[in-house]
């Protein structure tokens, strides 16, 4: 096999990633529209008002005409999801830019009983950022101000509104980077994150929102701001109040500010893409990474053969491996961090070096080059797109046991045996659990979704997984939510939904199926 190590000037990833989600806010003029949300699934609308001329006419004098959305092709944008897989029907979009002006709007919905569905960067996969009905969308855009940069603590301040990327850019100037790195960090905000909690690939080495997040501000349903905005790191005084936002996914409150702890940026960064032959190698090439690597094993993304070929052939990408002609049956894509270039060079090759003597892997490539990590990075990060180009989608982001994590893959390829579907596959983080399902069809077929739905779900509870590891709940998964929820636990997220946004006006019909208000 070709063994190379390739070593030049030493650049960090969030300064290599100039892959922007350019599709987030796209216009589906020109596309095929999927079926309304509340006809496809049979939904039934809660007990709220209809928007009236009289609400118009409020908003418009509160945020001015430029920033209040009603014409219907304008509209469009905000009511239909990423994936497009659900679809809303509202007539109006606020667009506030300061906390005063979500207050005011949601003391006015409130009292009027307007539903209002807060909306980010509408890059989730679960429906949870677009309207069921023809709820109001507060769009949180404009709130893009970064607040305050302490470079000693490294702590950032910012508004909810603020892009994912130009944070990590803004960021790397002060020696600095964001705990989170997603593949649509370029339309993402950071508002959307913190209310999905969301994952993505630096979850492995620097955890989750949760631990990450300091404080934040929010407002709640009825336009009172919770001041949670604290930005130490040990703040042991009562209830954790942050907590009740941080992937409540806007059914709590709306989130309008968030101090979040920066990890310095690393000063050394590599990147080894691998070919193997089995899962069973992949476990045992992870296993031996975090004995090996330790401290600087970063990231570590599996991609099966379909995966890859589908953003490779897509995006007509070449493979960093090209060995084997046919390719390789599974991926691995893994980063190290720290502050030694050299040292950690020696490691990844020793690594890699050990994998290849014990027979884990067939092939492999080491670059600490930005052009080609760059490269490698963009073919694992196009594949959630690449394939929605293909046809609809239906996408499962679960956590599985790792010795099981692959095993629902071939599990469903036996189980869908109709000639229409395209692919089934699997890729995603491997380092946390985390597997992305994808199963393409030329359209949605309201069969073969019976045939996934409740099966995938049933399948990975049964093995004590998780049906949602880093996406939330939102639309598509809230009758599923008790196979990984306890009853109790069900129970006292409706107390508090109940509790905090008495009226249900707050994103209904996410997370949680809706009680009689």
């Not at 922007?20 to 039934?44: G, H, L």
């Not at 960090?185 to 913190?194: A, F, T």
């Not at 941080?246 to 989130?255: M, N, P, Q, R």
């Not at 094993?297 to 046919?326: A, G, H, I, W």
Request: charged share 25%; net charge neutral; with cysteine.
């Amino acid at each position: 096999m070709e063994f190379r190590i390739l070593v030049q000037v030493m650049w960090t990833r969030s300064q290599l990633r100039a892959f922007r989600n350019a599709t987030s806010f796209r216009s589906f003029s020109t596309i095929e529209k999927p079926a309304f949300t509340c006809d496809r699934y049979k939904v039934q609308r809660g007990p709220y008002a209809r928007i009236s001329d009289e609400h118009a006419t409020f908003f418009d004098g509160l945020l001015g005409r430029n920033r209040v959305l009603s014409n219907a092709e304008e509209c469009e944008d905000y009511n239909i999801d990423y994936a497009r897989i659900v679809r809303g029907k509202s007539s109006l979009v606020l667009k506030p830019k300061t906390t005063e002006e979500v207050s005011a709007i949601l003391r006015y919905c409130n009292e009027k009983r307007l539903a209002v569905c807060p909306q980010s960067g509408n890059t989730g996969l679960v429906g949870g950022s677009v309207p069921v009905f023809d709820e109001i969308v507060l769009s949180m855009k404009l709130m893009n101000r970064i607040i305050e940069t302490d470079e000693l603590a490294g702590v950032l301040t910012c508004e909810a509104g603020c892009v994912l990327e130009d944070l990590d850019n803004h960021l790397s100037t002060a020696g600095l980077m964001m705990p989170i790195d997603l593949g649509a960090k370029g339309s993402c905000l950071i508002g959307g994150c913190v209310s999905t909690n969301a994952g993505g690939v630096r979850l492995f080495r620097y955890g989750n929102l949760h631990g990450n997040v300091l404080g934040l501000e929010a407002v709640k349903a009825n336009g009172d701001v919770v001041d949670c905005l604290n930005t130490l790191k040990k703040n042991n005084t009562g209830y954790h109040l942050k907590h009740l936002f941080i992937g409540s996914e806007g059914t709590l409150g709306v989130v309008t500010k968030v101090a979040i702890q920066c990890p310095p940026l690393p000063k050394a960064t590599n990147v080894a893409f691998l070919g193997l032959r089995s899962f069973d190698h992949a476990l045992k090439t992870f296993q031996l990474a975090k004995k090996e690597l330790g401290e600087i094993l970063s990231s570590f993304e599996l991609m099966d053969r379909l995966s890859l070929n589908t953003s490779v052939q897509v995006y007509n990408m070449k493979s960093p491996l090209t060995s084997k002609p046919d390719g390789h049956d599974f991926y691995i894509l893994l980063e190290t961090s720290g502050s030694d270039a050299n040292h950690d060079e020696e490691k990844l090759a020793a690594f890699v070096e050990k994998a290849l003597a014990d027979d884990m892997i067939e092939d492999g490539t080491l670059t600490s080059d930005p052009a080609k990590m760059k490269h490698m990075w963009s073919i694992r990060e196009h594949i959630s797109d690449a394939i929605l180009k293909e046809g609809y989608v239906f996408k499962y982001d679960i956590s599985i046991p790792y010795l099981s994590f692959y095993e629902v893959i071939e599990v469903l390829r036996k189980r869908l045996r109709d000639p229409s579907i395209k692919k089934i596959s699997g890729y995603g983080h491997m380092g946390d659990g985390n597997l992305h399902v994808q199963i393409c069809i030329p359209s949605y077929d309201a069969n073969i979704a019976s045939q996934i739905e409740p099966f995938i779900f049933e399948y990975v509870s049964k093995l004590r997984g998780s049906v949602s590891a880093e996406h939330g709940i939102g639309f598509m998964k809230t009758k599923y939510l008790q196979m990984s929820r306890t009853p109790s636990e069900i129970e006292l997220m409706q107390d508090l939904k109940s509790m905090m946004d008495p009226n249900g006006i707050l994103n209904p019909y996410k997370v949680l199926h809706p009680r009689k208000f």
